[in-house]
């Protein structure tokens, strides 16, 4: 298993400046909860899906099985 950045920088650097702005919590989500501080609860779960490979709500990362 391997988390990696989206090889996509422009959409790394949005994601980033949109992480800036709102102090961490997931850009692409108006709730702020503890859920939706980066790394999201959505994506922590993605993670421990050993299913899962694929980008991130906001496609910041990709998780590798
Ligand atoms: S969707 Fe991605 S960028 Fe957004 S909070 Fe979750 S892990 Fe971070």
Redesign the pocket.
Known sequence: MKIELNPDAEIVKT?KEG?QQTGGY???RRERTPE?K???K??RDQIADADYEGF???M??YKRK
């Open positions: 994601v992480l997931c850009p692409c939706t980066c790394m999201c959505e994506f991130c709500h906001c910041l990362y």
